[in-house]
């Protein structure tokens, strides 16, 4: 089950806006198809990716832990 959040080009500007806390994220290619579900400190994650061109797309989600963050990707990345 996919993230139910808006894609956001995956961008600088994009990243600088993303919170600074842990969550999932999910990487989708230019038709909206997801292509991977991660987990960790946001803002870390994403600069990472965007450095290694992994996706076009972007959408997060916020959690209260890094745990949190890591089952929530588990469960999302079993539905795919």
Do not use: C, F
């Not at 198809?33 to 870390?44: E, F, I, M, N, R």
């Not at 990716?49 to 972007?58: I, N, R, S, T």
Request: net charge negative; charged share 30%; no cysteine.
């Amino acid at each position: 089950m996919p993230l139910s959040k808006p894609w956001k080009p995956l961008t600088r500007e994009t990243i600088a806006s993303v919170p600074d806390r842990p969550g999932v994220y999910e990487l989708g290619d230019d038709d909206g198809v997801v292509v991977s579900v991660a987990a960790g400190p946001l803002q870390d994650e994403l600069k990472s990716v965007l450095a290694y061109g992994d996706g076009e797309q972007v959408r997060w989600q916020t959690t209260s832990s890094l745990d949190h963050a890591n089952r929530l990707a588990e469960k999302h990345r079993s539905r795919l």
